[in-house]
């Protein structure tokens, strides 16, 4: 390893940015897409570093300014996103300077604390290792829509095998349909626009369920803002349920690829009132519903919602995943005495903190 240096970036290392991040996520973004997912770099919203050993990038770390409300006390924190090396600099220290060096500048930038989530478990143990304190793990759960092409695609089987999974599918299906039919319910379920004036009910009522948690309080402009554009350029539906023009709950969800071609609806927010289990079958029925309509072998959620989540999920015919979210903190400066650092009970967490599933 040659010189290194590790710097505040800028919009001038734009074309850097867009190379680490294509190699990060995977994905094909243009200089466009990385200048819309980081916002501009404004400081207001983004604070990144880049890494360069002989002027080569060679890593990215960065901070999304988001507040974190905890008993009517809003923190100002950082979610730690993007972090990536490249292959060939794995070895040295690069990954531990980075990282420091976003720890030491955090005070300065007004961060209350920092936090992230990572489904691996290295990552996890390595960011534990600096000083990051485990919050608790989020299990991920599915539904599986179509077992026989699921497989397939994960197995990587070959063609001549795929038609048997296929005709298992053709049998699955009837079993899914009967189970999502057989759920009763007086609900009018639509889908909300995102410019609609019911979009100021749903973030009250996600206010007001999430009010004796860690939560990330968004305002009408904030949500819709938030579910604008995905990073790879999908997009988000929010449905809603009613009964007598009342909103019984609410639920983002979207369409994605994960791992080899397999596609996947993603709930990324849930919004459910205390007690209206059927109204909240009614929303997942219909998701269920779209999300086949449009190819999807299974349905991913996280059940960071609230305390019965796991309980409504495995209700509805959703499994248990072999993976789970590590969710990680380290506060800057001091936080309320009661603020629960190692109950992920009181956090809530879902996809709508963080595409990335």
Not at 107 to 118: K, N, R
Not at 189 to 208: F, N, P
């Amino acid at each position: 390893m040659g010189r290194l240096e590790i710097r505040r970036a800028s919009l001038n290392d734009l074309n850097d940015l867009t190379r680490l991040m294509r190699e990060a996520d995977e994905r094909p973004y243009t200089t466009s897409d990385v200048q819309r997912i980081l916002h501009n770099l404004n400081e207001d919203r983004f604070v990144a570093w880049i890494a360069y050993a002989d002027s080569f990038p060679c890593g990215i770390t960065m901070l999304e300014r988001k507040t974190l409300r905890w008993r009517n006390c809003d923190l100002h924190s950082g979610f730690w996103v993007n972090l990536y090396v490249r292959p060939s600099m794995r070895q040295t220290r690069l990954f531990v300077k980075m990282v420091m060096t976003m720890f030491q500048a955090a005070p300065a930038l007004g961060f209350d604390l920092l936090y992230a989530a990572t489904r691996r478990s290295q990552v996890a143990e390595a960011n534990i290792a600096l000083g990051m304190t485990e919050v608790g793990r989020i299990p991920l759960y599915g539904c599986i829509l179509r077992p026989g092409r699921l497989l397939a695609k994960y197995r990587r089987l070959g063609v001549y095998l795929r038609p048997i999974c296929y005709i298992a599918d053709c049998i699955y299906y009837p079993v899914v349909y009967l189970r999502d039919i057989s759920w009763q319910h007086n609900a009018t379920i639509a889908q909300c626009d995102w410019i609609d004036e019911g979009l100021h009910d749903v973030t009250t009522l996600r206010d007001y369920i999430s009010r004796d948690c860690v939560y990330t309080p968004l305002n009408s402009q904030q949500y819709k803002d938030r579910f604008d554009v995905a990073p790879d350029r999908g997009y988000y539906e929010l449905l809603t349920s009613r009964c007598n023009g009342t909103l019984r709950g609410a639920i983002a969800w979207r369409m994605a690829e994960r791992g080899p071609s397999i596609r996947a609806g993603i709930v990324m927010d849930v919004v459910p009132s205390s007690e209206d289990f059927d109204h909240f079958k009614a929303l997942f029925r219909t998701i269920h519903q779209r999300a086949r309509n449009n190819g999807a072998e299974i349905v991913l959620a996280l059940p960071g919602w609230g305390s019965s989540a796991e309980t409504y999920l495995q209700e509805l015919g959703y499994r248990r995943m072999p993976e789970q979210y590590v969710v990680m903190m380290r506060p800057i400066k001091n936080l309320p005495a009661d603020f629960p650092v190692n109950d992920i009970r009181k956090w809530r967490y879902t996809f709508a903190d963080n595409d990335a599933f």
